[in-house]
């Protein structure tokens, strides 16, 4: 669990689509170095976010300045992490603790969906608004099911993970799935998404929350479970009531 209050950005040091060491297992991995900041407590196996990515540290250096995480292949899917190039800035987390305060909002690390950068509009003084596209929901390359509509869990003044950044929900357009956030100047300087341009896909974690009320209110509706459903048990209470008052008019 994380909080999307950025610890500190780190730089790609190296990507590698099939590392073959110990530590790589035969699979994708990348390094990250200017990285002490996250690695003062650091152990292997231990949890970092990495643009807001929950993922694995299987390799440190004795000076804990650098380290190494694995990408599994719905990783690679859903996120914008297998686009990562070498000197690429990324926003950096450690789990939280017990003892930590909590500054942002409950983030899994566990990336919903990648958005685009629709525009990038200086908001006077200091701040940018930065307004995301999301695209429709289309049919995934491990199952025949269509995505979830990941908007529909967007609202105004609510929250979003961007790039493992809490940030406040704007404004939300249905008409053209899109929605923006405010970055304030000392934001600006502390996380990766001003880095980005125009176009550059970004990670979304929306309101787990509001995915886990959803589940629950459409079971309910739906009968799930054994039970009626919500609607029709309310139909047939209505009916009830008008076949109860129909007969006491005519007695």
Request: net charge negative.
């Amino acid at each position: 669990m994380f909080t999307g209050i950025v610890e500190t950005m780190g730089t790609v040091a190296s990507v590698e689509p099939l590392d073959t060491s110990l530590s790589g297992g035969g699979g994708f991995s990348i390094a990250v170095k200017d990285a002490s900041v996250v690695l003062s407590d650091v152990h292997l196996g231990d949890s970092i976010a990495v643009n807001g990515v929950c993922l694995t540290v299987t390799e440190f250096d004795d000076l804990r300045s650098w380290f190494k995480v694995g990408l599994a292949p719905e990783t690679l899917r859903k996120t914008s992490l297998g686009a990562l190039q070498i000197g690429e800035k990324v926003n950096l987390e450690r789990a939280m603790s017990a003892s930590t305060r909590f500054g942002g909002h409950f983030v899994q690390g566990h990336v919903d969906t990648t958005v685009a950068i629709h525009s990038i509009t200086p908001d006077p003084p200091n701040s940018l608004l930065l307004r995301f596209h999301v695209s429709l929901p289309s049919t995934s390359a491990s199952s025949s099911a269509p995505t979830s509509d990941f908007l529909r869990y967007v609202i105004p003044k609510g929250y979003v993970t961007l790039d493992g950044t809490s940030l406040t929900v704007v404004d939300v357009d249905s008409a053209s799935r899109t929605f923006s956030v405010m970055l304030i100047a000392y934001t600006q300087q502390h996380v990766v998404l001003p880095l980005k341009a125009v176009g550059a896909k970004v990670n979304l974690e929306v309101d787990q929350i509001g995915k886990y009320v959803e589940k629950v209110a459409v079971a309910m509706l739906a009968g799930e479970g054994g039970g009626q459903s919500v609607i029709a048990t309310m139909i047939k209470r209505m009916v009830d009531e008008r076949v109860e008052e129909a007969l006491k008019s005519r007695s």
